[in-house]
């Protein structure tokens, strides 16, 4: 899916695309194999055509770096089948949401285990560091707005990599609300005591521990992230094939459009 979109390339968003699709060009190689193209001059034609070579080897060399900005947040799903393997599911909880407020449980999961780290027993930013260095993308819900901005309060921990918000994807795809409620629509299921929780009780555990010592509630606080975590693999797979067949969706109906418009020579324009 990331071959077919052009919005990697310099000012070219959404229409410029469909423009694209419905002159029959449809991916990176039938640009390249074009040697002419409406709406793009020939300087600008052979500046597209360095940028996606360059694409093309980002991705057999397995560079998901080189992705990082250069997808509109809303597109860098495309981007999952490559990565996938080397992906992270990252969720945080922290103990508010002023200025103040820290971390205090991060739960990852790469698909096979979860690692959860926690305030004043193994949370170390240093290994934090250490560990998201090893992963090609990251993947949260919400986590542009919430979890990446919190720990970017120590500016160094994020590793330069893409990163999937699957809320954004959720509304793409129709599916509104928060993280418990979407996945109650997709019957996702949590154990039985978690099923009840939503995120505020998850600050309620936190200084309900805090305040007593008791690791019941902290080990309840864990299992709910963890879950958060694990989860977002299967919402991953549900807005990835939906988002899929939407895009091959418009993919068919381009080339169906492109055999109604006539050849015609490359009209000069800036991009």
């Not at 070219?12 to 793009?40: A, N, P, Y």
């Not at 599911?89 to 103990?95: A, P, S, V, Y």
Request: proline fraction near 3%; charged fraction near 25%; aromatic fraction near 10%.
């Amino acid at each position: 899916m990331i071959q077919n979109t052009f919005q990697i390339l310099e000012r070219v968003g959404e229409g410029k695309e469909q423009s694209l699709w419905k002159q029959g060009i449809h991916s990176w190689d039938s640009f390249l194999g074009s040697s002419e193209i409406k709406g793009f001059p020939s300087e600008k034609k052979a500046y597209f055509d360095r940028s996606l070579l360059a694409a093309k080897r980002a991705l057999h060399l397995g560079d998901s770096a080189f992705f990082l900005n250069k997808l509109p947040t809303t597109e860098t799903w495309r981007l999952w089948p490559l990565f996938k393997d080397e992906a992270v599911f990252l969720d945080i909880e922290t103990d508010g949401l002023n200025d103040q407020a820290g971390v205090t449980v991060i739960g990852l999961f790469d698909g096979l285990r979860t690692k959860t780290m926690i305030r004043g027993i193994n949370l170390d930013f240093s290994t934090l560091k250490a560990e998201l260095s090893q992963y090609k993308l990251i993947i949260t819900f919400n986590g542009s707005s919430f979890d990446l901005p919190f720990l970017r309060k120590r500016t160094d921990i994020l590793p330069p990599i893409p990163h999937i918000d699957l809320r954004h994807c959720c509304a793409r795809i129709g599916l509104t609300g928060g993280l418990k409620e979407i996945e109650k629509q997709l019957g996702i299921r949590r154990s039985e005591i978690v099923e009840k929780m939503y995120g505020g009780d998850a600050l309620t555990l936190w200084r309900m521990y805090r305040g007593s010592g008791d690791d019941r509630y902290l080990n309840l606080l864990v299992e709910y992230n963890e879950e958060d975590c694990v989860n977002l693999q299967k919402l991953m797979g549900v807005c990835y094939g939906r988002l899929e067949a939407q895009l091959r969706g418009a993919l068919s109906s381009s080339k169906t459009e492109s055999l109604l418009i006539p050849e015609t020579k490359e009209i000069r324009g800036e991009v």
